[in-house]
């Protein structure tokens, strides 16, 4: 297949340009799906700089995406929302998107779809992870030959959570200010002054952050083997660590001291509910409650089956926080 193209859904996202890049460095001939009116990013010019055909369809366009998709062995399906605003629900874009990208593969020939869901999807699980399962389902009723892969939130270069949790630890309380528009200097003035960092609640939940390399290696082995085919596969790093565990490693990383003042969970919940006022929160009620459920699993099939050997959390952010940011869009 090394010589066939591969269409990848999402692929000037943060993820998404990842996968490209890795995808082109083993050889794949890639075609690049984007939204109609994306708007000219670092990302978008990597992945066209890379030598890849970009074609544009939203994954509610099922025409769009069968003229994407013409042509192409594979379909590596990563778009997906973890916030909802107008016109972009979890049931729009999470369920009926899965749906459409399944069925446009069908009709264009696809010989299989290596889809990323996320830890934890499942049909009694909160909002976001309900939806990511109903994805899943609509992928494997498609007829399509198909790889599921569950990741925990992933950890790499340019974007995602990585850059987030850096924010969080350096900013401490004011890191709403700085998602409001308030440029992170001053606010990294103050944070010396007020060395805290808030947690909602006990910061006993736990989570197993992913390197994106670890991510990536699956993605590229789904997409060359068989005996995967059909298989769903939890991934999450090589540690179940609670949230205060988290910070202190970020903490670490950057080499910053700051003391975690716990909010009790009523103060939380009330905290949580106020954000929902701000046009960007800094976590919405239903992140708030997926945070409190442990978001944990057992590696040991996808360890076994793709040979891995996972990366810890402090490694992750130290690739993550250091490594050169060829597609960083946070725009700080």
């Known amino acids: 297949m090394a010589e066939r193209v591969v269409a990848v859904t999402g692929a000037a996202g943060f993820i998404g340009s990842h996968v490209v890049r890795m995808l082109r460095t083993e050889g794949f001939e890639v075609r690049a799906v984007v939204r109609p009116g994306t708007k000219k990013s670092q ?4 992945v066209q700089g890379l030598g890849c055909t970009v074609a544009y369809a939203d994954v509610g366009d099922l025409g769009a995406l069968e003229r994407a998709f013409d042509g192409c062995a594979a379909v590596v399906h990563l778009v ?3 916030r909802e605003r107008v016109g972009a629900t979890f049931d729009l ?5 899965a749906a459409e990208v399944a069925a446009a593969a069908k009709v264009s020939g696809v010989q299989r779809i290596v889809h990323l869901s996320a830890l934890g999807a499942g049909p009694e699980a909160p909002r976001y992870l309900q939806s990511k399962w109903m994805g899943e389902e609509a992928i494997r009723r498609s007829g399509v030959p198909s790889v599921i892969i569950r990741p925990s939130f992933v950890i790499g270069p340019g974007g995602g959570a990585a850059i987030q949790f850096a924010a969080v630890v350096r900013l401490g309380p004011w890191y709403p200010l700085y998602l409001l ?3 992170a200097r001053p606010l990294e003035v103050l944070a010396v002054l007020a060395p805290i960092v808030p947690v909602l609640g006990s910061g006993q939940y736990r989570s197993m952050p992913l390197d994106v390399r670890d991510l990536l290696a699956v993605v590229g082995q789904a997409l060359r083997r068989d005996d995967v085919l059909g298989e769903v596969y939890e991934l999450g790093g090589p540690h179940a660590l609670t949230y205060d565990g988290l910070l202190d490693d970020v903490m670490a990383v950057l080499g910053l001291r700051r003391w975690k003042v716990h909010m009790p969970m009523s103060l939380a919940r009330a905290l949580v509910r106020e954000f929902r006022y ?3 929160p800094p976590i919405t009620q239903d992140e708030f409650e997926a945070l409190l459920v442990d978001n944990v699993c057992d590696n040991t099939k996808a360890v076994r089956t793709f040979g891995l050997t996972l990366k810890p959390f402090r490694d992750a952010m130290r690739y993550a ?7 960083d869009e946070s725009g700080r």
């Open 181 to 183: 528009g308030v440029p």
């Open 278 to 280: 701000l046009p960007n």
């Open 43 to 46: 990302r978008l010019a990597a």
């Open 321 to 327: 926080l250091h490594h050169p940011r060829q597609f």
């Open 93 to 97: 874009v999470n369920r009926r998107g």
């Open 80 to 82: 997906a929302i973890i």
